[in-house]
Every structure is written in structure tokens, then in C-alpha cells.
């Protein structure tokens, strides 16, 4: 782990736990409301129930508070295959020769869907 993900887990392990202590309402706690235990901390009501749901979802590991990566998961943006599928049969239909076999030909292997619409539009 990254010496900046310790410095987050760091923070909000102790936050978490004295979250949980005083919803319980455990007798030996810090703060007798949550409000109480936001402004000791300098953080909003909002955020630590953010964190503490994250926590909660990640079965309370460390590596659950750590933010999640940015952009775009891998395939999401990819059009769905039946589709797809739907836009070659029409391709086909008006004459126009699959791009993946043109590129097969040319190439050695098939490339991309962006590869293969941009080629057949130009």
C-alpha cells in the first residue's frame, strides 16, 4: 500500500470505529453525538456516512476506504453485440464489405470496433 492510502486508512479506521461506538451508544465513548464527532474531526455528516458505508460494503477491510479508480471500467462503452450484429447485417445488405474481413486480409488479425467503423466511413 501507498504511503498516501495509509495516510486515508490512517485517518478514518480510529474516525470509523468511534462512529460505530457512539450509534451503539457503548458507555465508555468520546462523544455523545454524532454531530459531536464530526466537528471534532472537521468533517461533514455526509462524508463519514460515505466512508463508513464504503467500510461497511467492504466487510470493513482497510482497502475499502481507498478511492476507486477514474474513468471509463474496461468494455463499458463498447456496443452491445446484438447491435452490432444489427449494423453489420445492414452493412451487408447495402453492399458494403465487412471491415473486419478487410482488415483481416490486410492486417493478419481482426482490430478493434472503433478501427472497423472508422475505416468503413472514410
Known amino acids: 500500500m501507498l504511503y498516501s492510502q495509509q495516510i486515508i486508512v ?10 460505530e461506538r457512539t450509534k451503539a451508544k457503548v458507555t465508555p465513548r468520546q462523544f455523545k453525538f454524532i454531530k459531536d464527532l ?5 468533517i461533514s455528516r455526509k462524508e ?5 458505508r464504503k467500510w461497511v460494503e ?5 482497502e475499502a476506504l481507498l478511492p ?3 474513468g471509463a471500467r474496461p468494455g ?6 446484438p447491435i452490432e450484429r444489427n449494423i453489420m447485417n445492414a ?8 471491415t473486419h474481413c478487410t482488415l483481416k486480409n490486410h492486417l493478419g ?14
Open 48 to 52: 463519514l456516512s460515505r466512508y463508513y
Open 58 to 62: 467492504g466487510n470493513r477491510q482497510p
Open 109 to 122: 488479425e481482426p482490430k478493434g470496433q472503433s478501427m472497423q467503423f472508422s475505416t468503413v466511413s472514410s
Open 10 to 19: 490512517k485517518r478514518w479506521i480510529p474516525i470509523l470505529k468511534e462512529y
Open 38 to 42: 464530526c466537528a471534532a474531526h472537521h
Open 76 to 81: 463499458s462503452r463498447r456496443t452491445p453485440k
Open 91 to 98: 452493412k451487408t445488405s447495402l453492399g458494403v464489405r465487412p
Open 68 to 70: 476507486m479508480k477514474r
